[in-house]
């Protein structure tokens, strides 16, 4: 896998593609579930770990903009096609959500 969740979460398949907001939420939420205890690090740490490698080497672009952040809407189709130039605020802060509790873990 690349590491990544897709925009549509109920259907792998509709809509298939990277999506960073999403992922960074979700890494933020299981780093911080490893670190208070409550997940198993053997068992949750490789999906954080991967999602992680995912946004940096894909969603981080070369010129240090985030991508693949899908825009808010009512349903997976809405700020459609997601692409390496999608961007907001909440994707960003997701990002260093995610990263500043990875780095909790190594610490």
Do not use: C
């Not at 549509?8 to 299981?30: I, K, Q, Y």
């Not at 954080?48 to 940096?56: I, L, P, Y």
């Not at 981080?60 to 009512?74: A, K, M, N």
């Amino acid at each position: 896998s690349d590491g990544f969740w897709n925009v549509n979460l109920a259907d792998p398949l509709h809509r298939p593609g990277p999506e960073t907001s999403g992922t960074a939420f979700f890494t933020f939420g299981l780093a911080y579930g490893i670190r208070a205890g409550l997940l198993d690090p053997a068992i949750y740490l490789p999906a954080a770990t991967n999602a992680w490698n995912g946004m940096t080497t894909v969603a981080v672009r070369s010129d240090g903009l985030l991508g693949y952040v899908q825009g808010t809407g009512s349903n997976p189709d809405s700020s459609q096609p997601v692409t390496s130039t999608s961007t907001a605020d909440f994707g960003v802060g997701a990002f260093l959500l995610a990263g500043t509790e990875l780095a909790k873990l190594t610490s």
